[in-house]
């Protein structure tokens, strides 16, 4: 019942800006946390920043003020706004959620759904 798809990706320049939109559906009740997660070639997926249902966020230090995670909860819509974007930003970018309340909110064995993911390149 549960199902996230990611939109969004695309190949951009150095220095543009994306928006990430993920559909969110069978998961929207309150007690749930929804993230977005990166995996670059050659590299393990990481977590970039969480929201849960009353919009409490957390980032990873890596994001450094570039990426802004929102939700319209009335459109069971995610976001994910990237600024000024880098190659080293090159990747597949995923949505997850889980219903556990979490002590490190990016952690990524304890979502237990996920979408497809959308691929983000960045050239120089």
């Known amino acids: 019942q549960v199902k996230l798809e990611e939109s969004g990706g695309g190949s951009v320049q150095s220095g543009e800006s994306l928006r990430l939109s993920c559909e969110v559906s069978?998961?929207?009740?309150?007690?749930?946390?929804l993230a977005w997660f990166r995996q670059a070639p050659g590299k393990q997926r990481e977590g970039i920043a969480s929201?849960?249902?009353?919009?409490?966020?957390t980032y990873a230090d890596f994001v450094k003020g570039r990426f802004i995670i929102s939700q319209d909860n009335a459109k069971n819509t995610l976001y994910l706004q990237i600024n000024n974007l880098k190659p080293k930003d090159t990747a597949m970018y995923y949505c997850?959620?889980?219903?556990?309340?979490?002590?490190?909110?990016?952690?990524?064995?304890?979502?237990?759904?996920w979408g497809q993911g959308t691929q983000v390149n960045v050239t120089s």
């Open positions: 997850a959620a889980t219903p556990a309340r979490l002590r490190f909110k990016l952690a990524q064995n304890e979502y237990t759904y």
């Open positions: 069978g998961y929207t009740y309150n007690g749930r946390l």
């Open positions: 929201i849960d249902y009353f919009h409490d966020k």
